[in-house]
């Protein structure tokens, strides 16, 4: 584990190293504090500085919609919670003290803040079904939000858009914002173990094994809904194959390359406002 977590930052390109440092300290949990176990603290400082750093990313891109929008990460030894930006802060403007870890029953058990209560119901239920989910990332970005009025899936018209291919859910109706515990666990049951979902008349949402790579399939996803809108607006898009497409999904689409891809954004931010990292 020590070798794992030395340093989280510095990890090169193994998507799975993320995952395998939060499994490692789900079986050594039981009764272990920061006081005793030192690299815990360590390690949970570069995770929310991660978080951090993605959430000003949004925030950068102009992914704020009012009080919307949220991206969550499973903490590395209690990982029957998580972190999430609180309710109110622009993702402009969060910093690490805003972030709060709130437990499955949506309880707020460290940090102070208010719980939005949709990234409550969604990515509790994620969390909770899918263990493997480090991060999930959600906002009400325009052309997510565009695109998912339409009521489909992306097509292959991209190689950026075969990330996706055989990938993504769709929600194919809306019921409200999402409070209704209900609606959370069927948002859950119909991404099942698929890396996104479009949300009808709502936007979409993206998870990955971690924070990184939820955020870049985030991003990804937005400027693909963007490609489609403006292609079919200008005529009618030819689709990849669909053998190509499948082929390309495993090129572009694999959780090492959503963490690599996403490698640019951190490095921008930090150079832009390097005393992030304290």
């Known amino acids: 584990v020590v070798a794992l977590a030395i340093p989280y930052l510095d990890l090169v390109a193994f998507s799975l190293i993320p995952l395998i440092i939060f499994q490692a300290f789900k079986q050594f949990s039981d009764g272990l504090s920061m006081t005793k176990y030192p690299m ?19 925030g950068k891109f102009g992914f704020d919609e009012g009080v919307a929008g949220h991206i969550t990460v499973r903490d590395p030894m209690d990982t029957e919670t998580f972190w999430v930006n609180p309710m109110g802060r622009s993702f402009k403007q969060v910093c690490v003290s805003d972030l709060i870890r709130v437990d499955h029953d949506g309880q707020i058990v460290e940090g102070q803040g208010i719980l939005n209560g949709a990234a409550f119901t969604i990515h509790g239920h994620i969390h909770q079904s899918r263990p493997e989910v480090i991060a999930a990332a959600h906002a009400h970005s325009i052309y997510g939000k565009s695109w998912s009025s339409l009521g489909r899936l992306l097509d292959p018209i991209t190689q950026d858009a075969c990330a996706f291919y055989g990938d993504h859910a769709l929600l194919d109706d809306y019921t409200g914002v999402v409070v209704d515990m209900t609606e959370g666990e069927r948002l859950a049951r119909v991404l099942g173990p698929k890396k996104a979902i479009i949300m009808q008349n709502h936007g979409h949402l993206t998870v990955g094994g971690s924070v990184e790579e939820a955020c870049w ?13 403006l292609a079919e607006a200008a005529g009618t898009p030819q689709p990849i194959p669909k053998e190509m497409a499948a082929h390309t999904q495993q090129q572009v689409g694999s959780r090492l390359s959503g963490w690599f891809s996403a490698q640019p954004m951190f490095d921008v931010i930090l150079a832009e406002q390097p005393d992030l990292l304290g």
Do not use: K, P
Request: proline letters at 0%.
């Open 40 to 58: 815990y603290a360590t390690i949970l400082a570069n995770i929310i500085n991660i978080i951090l750093n993605y959430i000003l990313i949004f």
């Open 217 to 229: 399939w985030y991003v990804t996803m937005e400027r693909s809904c963007q490609a489609q809108l």
